[in-house]
C-alpha cells in the first residue's frame, strides 16, 4: 500500500479552528467573553495578567519574520528625529526669519531662528547618514547587511531613504507614542514593524547587529548608545563597531574621559567606540571589521 507523500495532519490548524468558531447558534452562551477562543479574544490578551505572553509576541513576531525575509545581519542607524534634511531645514530657516522680522523684540522668535539655523547646520548629518546606508545596501554583496533604523523621521527616515535609492530593502522599528509617530515612508513595507516595549524593540535592533552608528540625538539615540555600550563593556554581547558621528557634538554632549579620570570606566573602555565625520569613513570600519 502506497502512502500519501503529503502527511496528513492530526490535529486542525489554529487558522481551521478560528474560521470553525465563528458564532454558530445566537445564545447567551455563545455571546459571552468566556466562549472566544483565547487567542481571538483581544480584552483577554490585553489584561495586565498576559504581560509576559504579550512580550513572547513581540518578540517572536519579528523575529519570524526577518527569518523568513533571510535577514542575518544588519546596521543600526540611529539619531534624531529632529533633524530634517536640508531643504526642508533651510525652509524653516526662511520662515523663522520671515516671522523674526515682523516682531524683532520677541524672544522666542529670536529663539527660533537660532534653532533653525543649527538645524540647517546639522541638517548635513541628514545627508550623511542616507549615504552611508546606500553604501552599505549598495556594497555589502552576499554578506547582505540590511540597514535597520528606529523608524522614525529624521535622521532614521534618511537611512531608510538611503538604502531605498539603492533599491534595496531596510528595516523600520518603530515605537508606539503617546504622539504620533508614523514610520517613514522608505522603510520597506513588509520589513515595518510596530512595538509596545522598548525593551523588546531594543533587543530586535541589536540580534542581528554587525555595527552600530549613531548620528547626533536626543535622549533616544542616547539610550541606545549607552545600551550598546553597557552590553560590549560587560561582554554580554560580541562587540561591534560602535560609530559616533560628529566628534564635536559629542564632545560637547559626553564628556567621555571625565570618565576615565572619575574612574568609573578604565581607558580601554573608550576603544568600544570610535568617532567619524564621513559615510566613507563609516563604511570603510564597517566594511574592515566584517571582513568585506
Known amino acids: 500500500m502506497q502512502m500519501s507523500s503529503r502527511k496528513k495532519k492530526l490535529f486542525p490548524s489554529a487558522h481551521e479552528d478560528a474560521q470553525s468558531a465563528r458564532l454558530h447558534v445566537d445564545s447567551p452562551q455563545c455571546r459571552s467573553a468566556s466562549y472566544h477562543l483565547a487567542f481571538q479574544d483581544p480584552d483577554f490578551l490585553l489584561r495586565d495578567e498576559l ?22 545581519s544588519t546596521v543600526v542607524i540611529f539619531g534624531s528625529a529632529r533633524i530634517p534634511d536640508p531643504e526642508t531645514a533651510a525652509a524653516r530657516l526662511v520662515s523663522a526669519e520671515d516671522e523674526y522680522r515682523r ?13 533653525a539655523r543649527r538645524a540647517l547646520d546639522n541638517s548635513r548629518y541628514y545627508e550623511e547618514a542616507r549615504k552611508l546606508a546606500q553604501l552599505i ?31 534595496v530593502q531596510s528595516i523600520g522599528m518603530n515605537i508606539v507614542l503617546p504622539f504620533e509617530q ?11 514593524f510596530q512595538f509596545h516595549y522598548f525593551a523588546i524593540r531594543k533587543m530586535h535592533l541589536l540580534m542581528r547587529a554587525k555595527a552600530l552608528v549613531a548620528f547626533p540625538g536626543g535622549f ?24 559616533l558621528f560628529g566628534r564635536a557634538f559629542w564632545a560637547r554632549v559626553v564628556n567621555f574621559n571625565a570618565l576615565v579620570e572619575e574612574g568609573t570606566i578604565s581607558q580601554e573602555d573608550l576603544e568600544i567606540l570610535e568617532f ?9 570600519l564597517i566594511a574592515q571589521f566584517n571582513g568585506l
Open 182 to 192: 508614523a514610520p517613514n515612508p522608505y522603510i520597506t513595507p513588509d520589513l515595518s
Open 103 to 115: 516682531n524683532r523684540t520677541d524672544a522666542a522668535a529670536v529663539r527660533k531662528v537660532e534653532l
Open 51 to 72: 504581560r509576559p505572553v504579550r512580550l513572547q509576541l513581540e518578540l517572536l513576531k519579528p523575529e519570524l519574520i526577518l527569518q523568513e525575509q533571510h535577514i542575518e
Open 220 to 243: 533616544g539615540t542616547l539610550d541606545e548608545l549607552f545600551e550598546t555600550l553597557t552590553l560590549i563593556q560587560t561582554q554580554k554581547v560580541t562587540p561591534i563597531p560602535v560609530l
Open 276 to 284: 567619524v565625520e564621513t559615510a566613507d569613513k563609516a563604511w570603510e
Open 137 to 167: 545596501s549598495l556594497n555589502s554583496g552576499k554578506d547582505k547587511l540590511v540597514v535597520v533604523t528606529g523608524g522614525g523621521p529624521g535622521i532614521m527616515e534618511a537611512a531608510n531613504r538611503g538604502a531605498h535609492d539603492a533599491g
